[in-house]
């Protein structure tokens, strides 16, 4: 008897190394799971809606560098995993969801639970198809984990539900699971033109995105070599350490003060691994290097003068190699002056004892307890901002969705993280808006015995959106939420709940929390009017504010 094309599947998904699959069984996946429950090797994780799965898978890559697989019924299932697959393709990492769909003589029928899914991946996806036949499902599947680690992006493979019970019998054609990678290396001419700018004694500050990770020796070596400070953009956070002295932390809204005076005054900017959106606060009149493995990333949002399309470590070394040692460190020594005043008054906003206390104070408690090693999945909202500016990151891993932004990734995040590194501590930092869209899945944390530390700012508020209206200068509205008891939510689910309102009782349930290794919530009321003010306050913004402040008194 031959191999059924469900066993096929499940093998070549061993073979590619996967450990989990994130998913909800049903109707027309049900021919997936008897062969996945055969394959001991790859654990299903049963989650309680797809969405969280797809986010788990996207954490898992983005904390692995492996591939993250999900999965779901057709129809209603696939629809919900959207949502994390979009954070897999906008943060640029390999997923593969496989889907199922009617049995074939029934496709086109409008059948219960037909949604054309080829139709509405179409965008997600680099990879994008439906089995035709027992015999096409392994080549497809060998192609479509290809197609997400190398293009580092979303792959679908969408399953009628009959063709996994078929035997392949007639003689396939066989694929496997090899996987190249190459080193993409700058033009020699543009590398010229760029040691020639380099040369030159201006002001140089360095852009490093989320292409340095992984380049963290070249990356310091290189600006150690032209004495300029590094600003990091969030995705990239980690890739050096925020106190390191070349470091001058994020830009932007939820950036610091010192690397937005650096924008300002620089002469030379050296973009690396970054697209960074947010163009308004880089330099005006600079001349500028873009370092990027994919050429038609360089010049995309912001006019470059010189572009390096190559590997972030092979182009830094090169551009390290050939350049001469900067002795001029004016520009430098200034920021990191700024930069320890900054980082003073980061860690003063969060030993504040007010009550309501300061959302600072969580990321500066968090800090005092957690290890070097743990991983951190930060949710979205003000709660964003904190963690950006208030936590220092030494060796710790932090995630987050970072180009979709999307709530509710926080405790997905925590939970991938748990199942890729038993070993560590794994905090999932979140507003209590982004938790309470994923927060049911807080029972699967409990179910798989996986022990996460959840800590909810609760200000009863989605207060980012508070704060965007006011610099709008309008009216405050539809901001207040309604909250669950967060810890009892907790107990009731099986884990351990603390409520805490000041910052002694913060730092007790974080060391309990991670002492106890059970799966627990530290719901932590904080300040709601505290404003994530940028590190460089427009006149406009200002004048915004004062307009609201004027609407709130004299409106109703
Ligand atoms: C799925 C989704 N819906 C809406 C938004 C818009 N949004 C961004 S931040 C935010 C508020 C978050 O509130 P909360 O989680 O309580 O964090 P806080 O800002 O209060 O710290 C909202 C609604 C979003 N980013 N994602
Ligand atoms: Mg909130």
Not at 53 to 67: E, P, Q
Not at 444 to 473: D, H, W
Not at 513 to 523: C, L, Q, R, V
């Amino acid at each position: 008897m031959g191999k059924t094309a469900g066993d096929a599947l499940m093998d070549i998904l061993v073979e590619w190394g996967v450990e989990y699959i994130f998913g909800m069984p049903g109707d027309s996946i049900n021919s997936l799971m008897e062969p996945l429950r055969k394959h001991k090797q790859i654990k299903f994780i049963q989650v309680r809606h797809e969405e969280v799965g797809a986010l788990a898978a996207s954490s898992y890559a983005k904390l692995t560098g492996k591939l993250g697989v999900c999965m779901a019924i057709a129809g209603p299932g696939a629809i919900h995993l959207l949502n994390g697959l979009y954070d897999a393709k906008m943060d640029g990492v390999p997923v593969l969801a496989i889907t199922g769909q009617v049995e074939t003589d029934l496709l086109g029928t409008d059948f219960f639970q037909e949604v054309k899914l080829d139709r509405l991946y179409d965008d997600v996806a680099v990879y994008n198809q439906r089995a035709m036949s027992a015999e096409q499902l392994p080549t497809i599947a060998n192609q479509a984990i290809r197609m997400a680690l190398t293009h580092r992006g979303v792959a679908h493979l969408n399953i009628p539900d009959d063709i996994p019970r078929f035997e392949i019998e007639r003689e396939a054609r066989v694929t496997n699971t090899i996987l190249v990678r190459s080193i993409a290396m700058p033009h020699p001419a543009d590398l010229d033109s760029a040691v020639a700018l380099l040369s030159e004694h201006r002001k140089t500050v360095i852009l490093a995105g989320r292409g340095t990770h992984g380049a963290q020796e070249q990356l310091l070596s290189f600006a150690e070599k032209i004495k300029a400070p590094i600003v990091l953009t969030l995705p990239a956070k980690g890739a050096i350490p925020d106190d390191h002295p070349y470091s001058l932390g994020g830009l932007g809204l939820l950036g610091t003060k010192p690397a937005y005076h650096a924008m300002r005054e620089s002469e030379t900017l050296v973009m690396i691994g970054t697209s960074f959106p947010f163009t308004g606060f880089l330099p005006k009149n600079a001349k500028t290097i873009q370092i990027d493995t994919n050429p038609a990333q360089i010049g995309k949002r912001y006019a470059v003068d010189i572009g390096l399309a190559g590997d972030a470590a092979f182009t830094l070394q090169n551009l390290c190699d050939r350049l001469p040692e900067k002795t001029d460190a004016g520009f430098l020594s200034k920021r990191q002056g700024e930069m320890k005043d900054w980082l003073k008054k980061m860690k003063h906003q969060g030993q504040s004892d007010h009550i309501p206390l300061r959302p600072q104070t969580v990321p500066v408690a968090l800090q005092e307890v957690i290890r070097e090693d743990a991983i951190i999945s930060c949710d979205v909202g003000n709660v964003t901002v904190w963690m950006a500016r208030n936590f220092i990151v030494h060796r710790q891993k932090l995630i987050t969705s970072s180009w979709l932004a999307t709530l509710g990734c926080g405790l997905p995040g925590a939970i991938a993280g748990k199942l890729a590194f038993p070993d560590r501590q794994v905090v999932a930092v979140v507003g209590d808006g982004g938790f309470a869209m994923t927060m049911s899945d807080f029972v699967t944390a409990v179910k798989y015995e996986l022990p996460i530390v959840v800590i909810v700012l609760n200000n009863s508020k989605i207060a980012m959106i508070k704060f965007e209206q006011e610099t709008m200068g309008n009216a405050e509205f539809q901001t207040n939420l309604l909250n669950p008891d967060f810890a009892r939510f907790a107990e009731d689910c099986g884990g351990v709940g603390y409520r805490v309102e000041t910052r002694d009782a913060l730092k007790e349930a974080l060391r309990k929390a991670f002492a106890d290794n059970k799966p627990a919530i530290i719901d932590v009321l904080v300040n709601p009017n505290e404003a994530p003010m940028p590190a460089h306050v427009s006149f406009m913004q200002a004048k915004n504010y004062a307009v609201h402040v004027l609407k709130e008194l004299f409106e109703d």
